[in-house]
């Protein structure tokens, strides 16, 4: 009788199976779980979490390390993911500074124009200027509103004002001629004086459009054709917004500099294909079919995907002590998508939307760092270790595990890190595929195209469905389902949308996008990442290339957990006429634990579950 422990490292978490193997070779599985990954597939940090899932799997078995006689490692083949913006721009405002946020109570409607003057200095303003007022916070706005009245009444031509406090709504209450008034501009020190101004506030329920629109900003500020390119950035950054500021600045004071997006070079065992990002995802992924199998990816010198590629090959050579020479990229996963770029000439933290190219980056390294794991592995616990067959093949093993299941069986394994696909035929004969993107990089668009800049709250968003929460007592759901509670919800929670956890717990989104918007990119995200990665993969597995020619497809893997990929992939594929559907591992674990279970199974070929 022996002892044997299957061990899966990806990229977001570690699986085990432990089994007993007979002297008759039948298979007794004594526990299964996970953990959290350590470091970066691949590397020596993963040994901190596969020695934890060890323990806490041994522990439920009521097993020690000396009770094992061999632990089976898969390959493991690190995936990293990046976004290269089309041009990342240092300033894109040129001769212009903006004040766009949005104060929950701007005061007044309209568009005003004038020259930016401090409320201190309006007496010496002479009658019959145009002038926009700014006032810190230092007046209180009773007497704001006077001072305001005593200049309109000396026939100041006051038209539009941007106050520090929020103070909008009282002050324009108490004019006697009502103008646009912007308020919380918590930087008042730092827009310009002196400086020609336009200020407007849309209805309530409407967006601004003259300040949202370039030629509208050309008009005002009689801008040449060169200088209405620059300004699109912040007419685009305004779109949607209720108020906004555009202050013109002395020429010189912001300047612009591009860094372009650059060309990357994609070198496979049928060419070398060079191919600007510029063009755009679906060029790129054309390129890489057509060199396919990849050799490596270059990025070009000075530009930004160059930058990004020199910077994941320098992250694996640094994890691995590897020569950055011997880091090559085995694939990539391109998807068009939106960059939330900071205005650097505005005053309240613009973003504007820039197209972007998204990549991830399977990096494919030596076996030198699977093999340092396994010695530190072998090191810590005193048991043998081994390093497995490939990770697709394995979780083919483990898939056919699942209840219906027989050869031929073809497989999705959908991880954080990759999509793989593997086909085992009824003569024994495997074909299997590694791609990379999967959970990871949706998690990235995600939080690049809700400019979230928080990673968790990106995976969040993907795992769990929307709701809105319309009153005290009921909330809308993102399928337009009402549910009514007996007990009042929250303050907080009153009229924002939510994330609903497994548990029925609701947590606030910090953003205040639309619920629509936010379930547009998170269905957006997973269509681009994992049913692109899976026709893929499928094609390049199925008889003749041809995904018609498949019967059926089982999905493995912790994205196969998710509440819609599955049924985003099935949905896809029903037009091939395939059908697919999650596995159920050795009919106890779902979709996880394929590869874990494949590895304790081909260490004992001829043995039977039980």
Aim: charged share 25%; glycine share 10%; proline share 3%.
């Amino acid at each position: 009788m022996k002892i044997i422990a299957g061990v899966d490292i990806g990229n977001a978490t570690t699986e085990v199976a432990v089994v007993r193997i007979d002297d008759n070779g039948k298979t007794d599985f004594l526990a299964a779980g996970l953990v959290g990954t350590t470091g970066i597939k691949g590397t020596i940090k993963n040994v901190q979490g596969v020695l934890r899932a060890l323990e806490d799997m041994l522990g439920k078995a009521k097993l020690r390390f000396n009770d094992l006689e061999l632990i089976r490692l898969n390959e493991a083949t690190p995936v990293i993911g990046d976004v290269a913006m089309e041009t990342i721009t240092e300033t894109i405002v040129t001769e212009s500074s903006m004040i766009g946020h949005n104060p929950s109570t701007p005061g007044g409607v309209g568009l005003g124009i004038g020259r930016t003057v401090d409320l201190a200095a309006v007496q010496s303003v002479d009658s019959g200027e145009q002038v926009i007022i700014i006032v810190s916070d230092d007046y209180d706005y009773d007497n704001v509103s006077r001072m305001i009245n005593e200049a309109i009444n000396r026939g100041v031509l006051v038209q539009g004002a941007i106050l520090q406090k929020d103070d909008a709504v009282l002050i324009n209450n108490r004019l006697t001629k009502p103008i646009p008034i912007v308020d919380e501009v918590l930087q008042i020190k730092d827009v310009p004086r002196d400086m020609k101004a336009a200020v407007e506030v849309a209805e309530h329920g409407r967006s601004i459009e003259v300040l949202s629109n370039p030629y509208g900003i050309a008009s005002i500020f009689s801008l040449s054709p060169e200088e209405t390119k620059t300004i699109i950035p912040v007419a685009r950054a305004l779109i949607g917004n209720r108020s906004a500021v555009v202050i013109k600045t002395a020429a010189g004071q912001i300047r612009e500099r591009r860094i372009p997006a650059g060309v990357l070079t994609i070198e496979g065992k049928r060419g070398r294909i060079d191919v600007d990002i510029e063009e755009g995802a679906e060029k790129i992924l054309e390129i890489v079919e057509q060199t396919y199998p990849l050799e490596d990816v270059y990025g070009q010198s000075g530009t930004n995907v160059g930058g990004m590629i020199q910077r994941i090959k320098h992250t694996m050579a640094d994890l691995t002590g590897q020569e950055i020479n011997d880091v090559k990229i085995k694939d990539i996963l391109p998807v068009d998508t939106i960059f939330q770029q900071a205005v650097s000439g505005s005053l309240a933290g613009e973003f504007a939307s820039e197209n972007a190219v998204a990549l991830g980056a399977m990096v494919k390294t030596s076996q030198l760092p699977m093999q340092q794991i396994a010695d530190e592995l072998q090191s810590k616990t005193g048991v043998e270790v081994e390093i497995a067959g490939i990770e697709a093949e394995m979780a083919v093993i483990g898939a056919l595990t699942t209840p219906g299941t027989d050869t031929p069986i073809a497989i999705l394994d959908l991880g954080a890190g990759s999509t793989d696909a593997a086909m085992l035929l009824k003569d024994g004969t495997f074909h299997s595929i590694h791609l990379a993107g999967a959970g990871d990089m949706v998690s990235m668009l995600i939080d690049s195209e809700l400019n979230l800049d928080d990673r968790y709250m990106a995976e969040s968003i993907k795992k769990f469905p929307l709701a809105k929460v319309e009153s005290l007592f009921h909330k809308r759901l993102e399928d337009g389902t009402v549910r009514f509670s007996e007990e009042p919800f929250e303050a907080q929670f009153f009229a924002r949308t939510v994330l609903l956890r497994e548990n029925g717990e609701m947590e606030l989104l910090p953003t205040d996008q639309s619920i629509e918007r936010i379930h547009h990119v998170r269905r957006k995200s997973k269509e681009r990442v994992f049913v692109t990665n899976s026709l893929r993969a499928l094609k390049n597995i199925a008889p003749a290339g041809n995904i018609r020619n498949l019967d059926f497809v089982v999905l493995v893997g912790g994205s196969a957990l998710d509440f819609e990929i599955p049924e985003m992939i099935s949905d896809e594929l029903s037009r091939y006429g395939v059908v697919a559907g999650r596995g159920n591992i050795r009919g106890l674990e779902g979709p996880r634990n394929a590869v874990a279970t494949g590895l304790v199974l081909t260490s004992n070929s001829n043995g039977k579950q039980e």
